[in-house]
């Protein structure tokens, strides 16, 4: 069964300062994604990736994937406030039921 | 393009009734997840449909069951609700683009059992 880990699972920064959040997943997965959730809210797509060394960059964040080692980074560069928010990993998990599979979330807290 | 709405947004039940929520996904959208999310288990997967069947089902009971209309439009019924059943609940709508399956969440609905 597929499981996914991320850590942190609580990250505190100030802003300019640059971190890696981390994605585990036990099982082969072909597709991982990135959610972003505010507070109340619900989660907004950041990055769909697909095959192995995929990168792709949005602003300050940039996410990265190696099936080989079965790990997907989060890259934050020099941060900002306005990047505060629990990011959550989910890999495909393509055996038995077709379903996302989340990690528990890593709460960021970007203080000025 | 309108992205996916639930309604409704709150709700507030008591243990033993039952609940229906609905989802209405992004226009062309013909898959539908639900995804139940609590503090201590986080976010899990309840069951997903595409073309008004149910394609796959997560580990919850049978008193979690959904349907979905030709519309795409789909419900989640939660009977004999428990005090463990409060939680965000939340559908996505995707293409099922192959080799894609990008999936986009719906503002959730926040169900309060008392």
């Known amino acids: 069964e597929l499981k996914v880990e991320q850590n942190p699972l609580f990250l505190s920064m100030q802003e300019g300062k640059n971190y890696t959040i981390y994605c585990n997943y036990s099982t082969t997965s072909d597709r991982l994604y990135w959610y972003r959730q505010d507070p109340g809210k619900s989660l907004e797509s950041l990055f769909v990736l697909l095959s192995n060394g995929a990168v792709k960059q949005e602003g300050r964040l940039m996410a990265s994937l190696d099936t080989k080692a079965r790990l997907s980074t989060l890259h934050i560069t020099a941060a900002v406030h306005d990047l505060s928010a629990t990011y959550f990993c989910?890999?495909?998990?393509?055996?038995?039921?077709?379903?996302?599979?989340f990690g528990q979330g890593t709460r960021l807290t970007i203080n000025p | 393009k309108a992205g996916v709405t639930q309604t409704p947004r709150y709700l507030i039940k008591t243990r033993g009734q039952q609940v229906t929520l609905s989802c209405s996904p992004i226009s062309g959208h013909r898959s539908v997840s639900w995804y139940q999310q609590t503090p201590g288990q986080g976010l899990q997967f309840l069951f997903e449909?595409?073309?008004?069947?149910?394609?796959n089902k997560g580990n919850f009971p049978g008193r979690f069951s959904g349907r979905q209309f030709s519309n795409s439009r789909s419900e989640m019924n939660v009977s004999t609700l428990e005090l463990g059943d409060s939680a965000l609940y939340l559908c996505?709508?995707?293409?099922?683009?192959?080799?894609?399956?990008?999936?986009?969440f719906g503002p959730g609905t926040r169900l309060t059992v008392l």
């Open positions: 449909y595409f073309s008004e069947t149910q394609r």
């Open positions: 996505a709508s995707s293409a099922r683009d192959r080799g894609i399956n990008e999936q986009f």
């Open positions: 989910a890999a495909y998990s393509s055996q038995g039921a077709q379903k996302l599979v």
